[in-house]
């Protein structure tokens, strides 16, 4: 591999990286400050790319659709968290189950809908106007969606650290995963804060499901595979933090990047070694924080 | 034996020859060979299930990886029996028992430095390992395209080639595998999982070696899989990569909770609940929707499960 | 915490059961709403009691597609296409009302495998069709060859299905098993001949997805491609579904050959061909060939012109000229409004062959030896063009085509640019 191509899969790995990020910010969020286990991650994250479809196909507009989608699912998530998880807290098998549940029926429901333009059919959404072309970069052609991509990442992560550490409902949000019950003393309504916090998290992966389609495309099982690398990056960065999915997507965006390249054999195991190893020797993950009790 | 255990013992004896015999009193119903076929796939995955239970249930060892011993002892039994050449049951099925234990002892033994949500993902991505290496071994296990031409065994001199015959051996391994779990439950070694899961700190206090008890826990639930896996491949006379995959981990987990954790017929009762959706309603239905929205409707309604809840109603 | 939630919990749920059912039904009866992938069986049965006052015994049938997981989107092209020809012939093959039972492969052998045995236990159907992936098919020989049930296999083309192997391991041909679709063998290996020969390429690269498919049409291709003077200069896999293609296409562009062997189909596809333009291969020289599936109409709808020029080879193209491929184009898009794809075809070519067979035999279907007959003899003018069964392997003998990308008024589609000949699987 000579120095371009090496530049070139490392900027590959990075607009990777971020799509992963961006992908993970709303589980780390969800499972690290609320400490529920929702499987329906991916789901949410399918059903955003598909609303996008339908908001890009009606108003010819990708950044309506940037704004419609984590909206709607953060509607969703409003509606979902009090009348599924709340009475939950804590009992993790009982989220997973419930969010399992949920996530098949968002799913089906997704392929059922030929009719609105879903359905089983593979699909794209198109690169928005003005970011569809491609640059020269490192000595090849790169689309200039992924520098996008990269930027939008970095900016999220900015804009989620600020809201978490300088705003007053990153404040509340860091003491009720801290002591819920002593936040709830003191005043706050900590149902409906977390109620908040997941329609949040709902609303990333909602995000995350418009910036990824133009490249992942929206397809049957594309809930399965976002979840799963949800996963891996969370847990590797570190459950519990933001920085975690910062560190974790940065590791397995460009691990499965070159893993496919340099060991095609073992690319598909690849990832799931490197989880294992990180859970093997650092559980916490790269910068979790400790976690006491489960 | 107490009264009441006697009782329910008699029940679960009657219930049971009632199922073996299920071929024969059913004969004059036209759906008898298509039922007896799925209360087959019942069985060996309502095994599978127990297996997990073993660990979700009682040892309080979540894994979501379970499916690596299944599809490994399906794949071992297969394997083994081709490449030897012979049929015997006690020789594929040993190949499953012991392949799938071997593996359950290196993946528990990496898995149970870890406790709760990271043991979930350890064996979430063990599991992926072993499929990685299913799916591409291809002279070895036949890669993606599967394992087929996997023949019924024969014990004996006794063939299990008829469905009937195969329906029998299913539903005598069954039992003893329900036999064998009732017995571990009941006994001190059950006692000291269940006090592994419910506070682990104290075991050690206690003078338990905790890590051992989860490492045998884990072993013997993976054994317990691969004769599972086996029975499946005696089944479908075909083993492919889906067996040792994710949606297997996952369908095997649903199916503890469903039927209830930590009871002896819950896992039964899921496996029932979750192939029946999966494989007998009729396909203009949706089934993944309907398997969504009874999952999210036993967690809303029933706490412990299908099971519990019965048992909740029976008492009030 | 731990009490809180306890105390939370005995109170239970607010939501009621009452209330739960009504908007979980709700939810399930909107979403099983009219869309095109609804119910076939109740209105072939609506049909079948209309007709059954002067025709012959009803014919069952028994579909294994896949309506849920990836390959769903054939799965309701074959339903489309077996749904029109039977609207088309009144709903009877023979003479005989038809009723057909779809059931979910679901990406899953242990399911086909049960849905199997459901046919020939439980449903009885006269003819099975259907299976889309192949490990399915692989795993359902057996169980029909030995329960003697007429299969005819309207997609997975795993070769091992049609020929003689060893140990009959992957699989092996059966007398009872007919194939409409290929052998990938038959879409693999005549281009490699092709580009080597007729077209005088001189090296290629290959890049395939990492599976059995996959691996099997680089193989073929392999063999067609060397035997007449080409050479691979190397060979790259994907993993199935892999997410982000783009490092594997700028492995492609980092190697020197210009000409590129793919196999993907779907949604691997798509991304390929994706990547393939945004990191301009076209405009550095880069060509890229492949088996038929890399460009069919259903990976074309979502790339359109990105996918011009590429060449693939395959035995039908939307573009296809004969009066067959015309009447079936412009039914098939009256009825659905949709152009039809390859599997369309053949699903479609595997009910006329039922129906042909049927024919000859006077809607006979209890006598298979006579039906097995009659099916190796039918000849047909297909939207593929000629088609016929080769009588010992059961796979088709139909002509292959080279065929281009183009996009022109809006559409784009493949045309035909060379017809490479009459092609039959090998059988070993």
């Given at each position: 591999m000579t120095l371009e191509d090496a530049l070139q899969q490392a900027l590959n790995g990075l607009s990777f990286g971020a799509l992963l990020f961006i992908l993970a910010a709303g589980l780390s969020l969800i499972f690290g400050m609320m400490d529920v286990v929702n499987l329906a991650h991916g789901a949410f994250y399918m059903l955003g790319a598909y609303v996008a479809l339908s908001v890009t196909r009606a108003t010819g507009s990708f950044w309506a659709a940037l704004v419609v989608a984590p909206l709607a699912l953060a509607a969703l998530g409003l509606l979902v968290e009090p009348l599924l998880l709340r009475r939950l807290r804590g009992r993790h098998l009982d989220q997973v189950l419930i969010t399992i549940g949920l996530s098949l029926v968002i799913a089906d429901f997704i392929r059922l809908r030929d009719d609105w333009g879903w359905g089983a059919t593979v699909r794209s959404l198109p690169f928005p106007a003005g970011l569809d072309r491609s640059v020269a970069i490192a000595g090849s052609d790169y689309p200039t969606y992924r520098l996008f991509v990269i930027a939008f990442g970095a900016g999220l992560a900015l804009l989620l650290y600020v809201l978490h550490r300088r705003t007053r409902i990153g404040a509340l949000v860091r003491a009720g995963v801290g002591d819920a019950e002593m936040l709830s003393a003191l005043g706050v309504d900590t149902d409906r804060l977390f109620t908040v916090t997941f329609a949040i998290g709902a609303g990333l992966a909602g995000l995350a499901g418009v910036v990824a389609a133009p490249v992942f495309g929206l397809q049957p099982g594309m809930d399965v595979d976002a979840l799963i690398y949800s996963l891996i990056v969370v847990v590797v960065g570190g459950l519990g933090s933001l920085s975690g999915a910062v560190a974790g997507s940065a590791v397995v965006g460009p691990a499965d990047t070159f893993g496919k390249v340099l060991v095609p054999q073992f690319a598909l195991a690849l990832i799931f070694a490197i989880m294992a190893l990180v859970l093997l020797f650092r559980p916490t993950g790269l910068l979790g924080r400790v976690r006491i009790g489960r | 034996m107490s009264r009441s255990t006697r009782i329910r013992a008699a029940i679960v004896l009657a219930v049971w020859v009632a199922l073996a015999t299920f071929p024969e009193w059913s004969v004059a119903w036209e759906s008898s060979r298509f039922a007896a076929g799925i209360i087959r796939q019942i069985l060996i995955f309502a095994i599978f299930a127990s297996s997990l239970n073993l660990l979700v249930g009682y040892a309080g060892l979540p894994s979501l990886g379970h499916a690596a011993f299944f599809g490994g002892g399906a794949y071992a039994a297969a394997i083994v029996a081709q490449r030897l050449g012979t049929d015997e049951l006690l020789v594929s099925l040993g190949a499953a028992v012991a392949g799938a234990a071997l593996l359950a002892l290196v993946v528990g033994y990496l898995a149970v430095r870890a406790v709760g949500i990271f043991f979930l993902m350890l064996t979430l991505a063990l599991a992926q390992m072993v499929f990685a290496i299913a799916f591409q071994a291809t002279d070895l296990?036949?890669?993606?395209n599967g394992f087929s031409g996997v023949h019924r065994p024969v014990l004996l001199g006794i063939d299990f080639n008829a469905a009937n015959d195969l329906y029998l051996l299913v539903c005598a391994v069954a039992l003893l595998v329900a036999l064998l779990l009732w017995r571990l439950a009941t006994s001190s070694y059950g006692r000291a999982l269940v006090g592994v899961r419910e506070n682990e700190r104290r075991m050690r206090a206690l003078g338990y070696d905790t890590r051992t008890l989860k490492l045998s826990a884990f072993v013997l639930a993976g054994a317990l899989a691969g004769v599972a896996g086996a029975l499946s491949a005696y089944e479908f006379r075909f083993v492919s990569p889906n067996d040792v995959a994710l949606g297997t981990s996952v369908a095997g987990f649903v199916m503890v909770l469903i039927g209830g954790?930590?009871?002896?017929v819950g896992p039964i009762v899921g496996a029932a609940v979750v192939l029946s959706i999966e494989?007998?309603?009729?396909?203009?239905?949706?089934a993944q929707m309907v398997l969504g929205i009874v999952f999210i409707a036993f967690v809303v309604f029933a706490r412990q499960g299908l099971v519990g809840a019965v048992r909740r109603a029976v008492r009030a | 915490m731990g009490k809180r939630n306890d105390a939370a919990a005995e109170r239970?749920?607010?939501?009621s059961r009452r209330a739960f059912l009504i908007s979980s039904s709700a939810a399930a009866l909107a979403a099983c709403a009219p869309s095109t992938t609804g119910n076939a069986a109740s209105s072939a049965a609506a049909t079948t009691a209309a007709a059954a006052a002067t025709a012959g015994p009803p014919l069952k049938l028994g579909q294994l597609l896949p309506f849920t997981k990836v390959y769903a989107e054939l799965g309701n092209s074959m339903k489309r296409s077996t749904d029109l020809y039977l609207k088309l012939k009144g709903n009877k093959l023979a003479n005989r009302p038809v009723t057909v039972i779809y059931e979910d492969e679901a990406n899953d052998p242990q399911v086909g495998l049960a849905k199997t045995q459901k046919f020939i236990d439980q449903d009885k159907v006269d003819v099975m069709l259907g299976v889309v992936a192949t490990p399915i098919a692989y795993a359902i020989r057996n169980a029909v060859d030995s329960a003697k049930m007429i299969y005819i296999d309207t997609n997975a083309g795993g070769n091992a299905l049609t020929r003689t192997t060893n140990n009959c391991t992957p699989s092996c041909k059966s007398p009872y098993i007919f194939r409409t679709s290929f052998s990938s063998y038959q879409i693999s290996e005549p281009i490699g001949e092709y580009m080597a020969?007729?077209?005088?390429?001189?090296e290629v690269f290959t890049f395939v997805a990492d599976y059995g498919f996959g691996t099997e049409s680089q193989a073929d291709f392999t063999t067609g491609f060397t035997k007449n003077g080409g050479k691979i200069t190397g060979s790259l896999k994907a993993p199935l579904g892999s997410a982000d293609f783009v490092p594997f296409v700028t492995q492609l562009k980092a190697q020197p050959t210009k000409d590129i062997y793919s196999f993907f189909s779907g949604a691997d596809a798509v991304k390929y061909i994706q990547a393939w333009n945004q990191l301009g291969l076209p405009a550095a020289g880069y060509k890229m060939n492949g088996a038929g599936f890399l460009t069919e109409q259903d990976v074309l709808a979502v790339v359109k012109e990105q996918a011009n020029g590429a060449i693939t080879s395959l035995f039908w193209a939307v573009e296809l000229d004969n009066p067959e491929n015309k009447a079936f184009k412009d039914a098939y898009q009256k009825e659905y409004n949709l152009l039809p794809d390859v599997f369309a075809v053949q699903a479609w070519d595997g009910m006329q062959a039922l129906d042909l067979a049927l024919q000859a035999t006077k809607g006979d279907t209890s006598d298979k030896q006579k039906l097995i007959a009659a099916l190796e003899a039918v000849k047909f003018n297909s939207p593929r063009g000629a088609f016929e069964f080769d009588k010992d392997t059961h796979n088709p003998i139909q002509d292959m085509y080279m065929r281009e990308v183009k996009t022109a008024n809006g559409q784009t589609v493949n045309t035909i640019s060379d017809k490479i000949g009459r092609v039959t699987d090998p059988g070993k």
């Open positions: - | 296990t036949g890669g993606s954790a930590g009871t002896l494989r007998v309603l009729p396909s203009q239905l949706p | 239970g749920y607010r939501i020969s007729k077209k005088g390429v001189k």
